[in-house]
């Protein structure tokens, strides 16, 4: 069972540049969320879409872009890196339209922005 | 700013004995709250669900509701070397499907 897939697992990227982390998962839920871990800071909710077609801000969603492809799919994108973006990036899915459903987490990628 | 909050830790018990990790929350309307564990450079982990005031048992692992109090706790007995990681509370938002997490308390138990 694959459940969340993330890619990559690890990135290193340079101030200002761009990229686009990639989560999908094949477990049918039709919510997905895109979270940020920093030591000391816990997991933060950066995106979510509750539902195909729709995609709403979490707690610190500046500085990225999400699209919610399809279904199974939803990318987040970092435009102009910042090194303030180093972090671990989780996705997570749930089938949140069965009532109160957890979330299940992919591995995650590691991100350093230099 | 919905709040939920643990203690960091460590919270370091001997093998075999009684683990009791606590977690309090801001929003009175929450109604699911999670459990996790997390391993060091892994994923967070569900281990544990509760909806309803009271116990709910699962294996060595026993998650308390007290909502009147805001508060949930997880206990595991016996615990094992195994069992070292940090452990997340999680609860779900009213009226979204989000989750706010706490920052998660460290448990070590050495052997």
């Known amino acids: 069972n694959a459940g969340v897939t993330q890619t990559p697992k690890f990135q290193v990227l340079k101030t200002g540049q761009s990229m686009t982390l990639q989560c999908a998962q094949d477990m049918n839920h039709n919510s997905m969320y895109w979270y940020r871990q920093d030591p000391g800071m816990g997991l933060r909710l950066i995106y979510y879409s509750a539902s195909e077609g729709t995609t709403d801000k979490g707690e610190v969603p500046n500085g990225y872009n999400v699209s919610r492809l399809n279904k199974r799919e939803f990318s987040l994108r970092l435009e102009s890196a910042a090194p303030s973006q180093t972090s671990v990036y989780f996705c997570?899915?749930?089938?949140?339209?069965?009532?109160?459903?957890?979330?299940?987490f992919g591995d995650g990628t590691r991100l350093s922005i230099l | 700013q919905k709040e939920v909050e643990q203690n960091s830790g460590p919270l370091s018990v001997p093998e075999g004995a009684i683990a009791s990790l606590n977690c309090t929350y801001s929003?009175?309307?929450?109604?699911?709250f999670f459990w996790y564990r997390q391993y060091s450079g892994k994923s967070p982990e569900l281990i544990m669900f509760i909806y309803s005031n009271g116990d709910k048992e699962d294996g060595r692992f026993t998650a308390q509701l007290n909502k009147a109090s805001q508060y949930v706790s997880l206990l595991i007995r016996d615990s094992q070397p195994s069992d070292s990681a940090t452990y997340l509370c999680?609860?779900?938002?009213?009226?979204?499907?989000?989750?706010?997490f706490g920052k998660g308390t460290m448990l070590l138990v050495s052997p």
């Open positions: 997570a899915s749930s089938d949140s339209g069965r009532g109160n459903q957890p979330q299940h």
């Open positions: 929003d009175r309307g929450s109604q699911s």
């Open positions: 999680a609860v779900r938002n009213s009226g979204y499907s989000t989750l706010t």
